[in-house]
């Protein structure tokens, strides 16, 4: 399995970022996957969840109504459209399969 995370950089607040989670060794277009994030002196938190087919989604609340999780299953790539981003929002972003994990995007939100 490989999962490979891209897309993240440095935005001021109210910007938007769109990341992209690219993953092979499996088959992509029956499993469930999720973008978690992790900032400095913080645990690991989820941030959202999508159904293979994409029908089905999940946030967390402090992410909800700002960032949009989508899929490509011909791509197989997942992606987390984030906008109204906030200084909080700052982390390494990272796409979950199981126990399977990418290496990371750092994603820092400042003026």
């Known amino acids: 399995v490989q999962i490979v995370e891209s897309g993240g950089g440095l935005v001021q607040p109210g910007g938007s970022l769109r990341l992209s989670c690219a993953a092979s060794?499996?088959?992509?277009?029956?499993?469930?996957m999720r973008w978690y994030r992790q900032a400095p002196g913080k645990e690991r938190e989820l941030v959202a969840g999508i159904s293979s087919t994409g029908t089905n989604t999940a946030y967390a609340g402090s992410v909800k109504g700002r960032f949009t999780i989508s899929r490509d299953n011909a791509k197989n790539t997942v992606y987390l459209q984030m906008n109204s981003l906030k200084p909080e929002d700052t982390a390494v972003y990272y796409c979950?399969?199981?126990?399977?994990w990418g290496q990371g995007t750092q994603v820092t939100v400042s003026s």
């Open positions: 060794g499996f088959t992509f277009s029956t499993s469930y």
């Open positions: 979950n399969l199981r126990v399977y």
